[in-house]
Each structure stands twice: as structure tokens, then as C-alpha cells.
């Protein structure tokens, strides 16, 4: 299962059993691994169907090794999303979280990080809510404006701050709304990561059945 743990950052290469791909970020192949999977395997398929609809025996050949790429490519994309969660999950998460109390999505929360193979430990008061560790690394969560319609700059000022007095390595800030264009920004520069409805929906998986 893919960890949803938020202080697991993901790799920045592309890493499937052990190999690992080093890509430009706006090359086609870094493209087509943002994407779906079956763009690359369409891909695959009209180079293979162009490959018999030639008779040149020079193009045929270039034609089928010029596939393998994207058959690398789609089978690397496949195994990085076999764990996204639907369109339909993402809703019923964000519409089950959003009906709770507090002190019920809080204990989730905790629950979720703990199975996800987290050390919990629950703070009181301040802008931060939980302190999250997890092989070497530590993170503080704050979750508790979770339905806030919009996120701006100075609740993620706050949250810096309790990640700076905790020595953190970063700052996870839980929201089901929208995040304005300064705080996607203050975040990227203050090592502050954000667990959407995307992130919640694999972390509770429950609340989307």
C-alpha cells in the first residue's frame, strides 16, 4: 500500500523494484509518468500498429523498439497509481470528514498515522495538533480548520512557527478546501507539504466505503 504517512516524502525519481529513472521534469517521458497510464500504453499500441502497417523492414524495426520506452513508461505509471483513489472515493472522504466533529476526525487522524506506521503524540492548544515521527524524520500536523473553504498565508505562518520550535523537518496542514496561490507559495518555501481530501481518502480508507 502506498504510504500516506506525510512525512514519507515521495522519491524524486521515478523508482520501480529498485530502478530508478532520472528524468527531465517537462521531458515527454516526465509528462507521461504525471499522467494516466493508458496514455502511454495508447501510445505503445498505435507504434506497434504503425509497425505492421508498414512494409519497410528499417521502419518496422524502429517502430517496435520505439515502443518499449513507452511500455516501460506505462507499466512504471500503473504501478505509481495502482493506489490513487477515485474521483467518487476523494468525494464520499471529503463529504464524510466534513460532517464530523472534531474530536471525531481528530482520533482518525490519530488512528490513520498510527497504522500508516507513525509515532503519534497529540499536542494541546497552538496551531500544530499532532508531532508525527517516523525513521529519522519529524513532522507537525495541523488539521483542526480542516473545513476552512480556502486556506491563506497566515494560518501556515502559524503552523511554521510550531514546526520551527519543534525542530521539525516539516509541517503537514490538513484542509478540504481551496488553497490560494501566496500559501501554495509560503508553503513551497517554508517546508510545509498540504494533506488535501486526495491524501485523506488513502489515509482513511474506511470513510470512503
Not at 517502430?63 to 464520499?92: C, D, G, M, Y
Not at 500544530?128 to 519529524?138: I, Q
Request: aromatic share 8%; proline share 5%.
Amino acid at each position: 500500500m502506498m504510504p500516506a504517512c506525510p512525512i514519507l516524502k515521495p522519491p524524486q525519481d521515478s523508482e520501480v523494484s529498485g530502478v530508478k529513472l532520472k528524468l527531465a521534469q517537462n521531458s515527454i517521458f516526465a509528462i507521461l509518468l504525471r499522467s494516466s497510464w493508458w496514455i502511454s500504453a495508447l501510445v505503445a499500441l498505435v507504434f506497434l500498429a504503425s509497425a505492421q502497417a508498414v512494409s519497410n523492414p528499417l521502419i518496422t524495426t524502429f517502430l517496435v523498439f520505439a515502443t518499449v520506452p513507452f511500455v516501460v513508461i506505462a507499466i512504471i505509471a500503473a504501478w505509481k497509481q495502482r493506489n490513487i483513489p477515485s474521483a467518487a472515493r476523494v468525494e464520499r472522504t471529503a463529504d464524510a470528514v466534513r460532517a464530523m466533529s472534531w474530536e471525531a476526525f481528530s482520533a482518525m487522524l490519530h488512528e490513520g498515522f498510527s497504522q500508516d506506521g507513525c509515532e503519534v503524540t497529540r499536542l494541546n492548544g497552538g496551531p500544530a495538533d499532532f508531532v508525527l515521527r517516523r525513521k529519522g524524520r519529524l513532522a507537525v500536523v495541523g488539521a483542526k480548520r480542516w473545513k476552512a473553504s480556502r486556506v491563506g498565508v497566515q494560518a501556515l505562518r502559524e503552523l511554521n512557527t510550531a514546526r520551527e520550535a519543534h525542530d521539525a523537518h516539516e509541517g503537514v496542514y490538513v484542509t478540504t478546501g481551496e488553497v490560494s496561490e501566496p500559501a501554495l507559495a509560503y508553503a513551497k518555501a517554508n517546508q510545509i507539504r498540504f494533506m488535501s481530501e486526495s491524501e485523506l481518502a488513502r489515509l482513511l480508507p474506511e470513510l470512503s466505503r
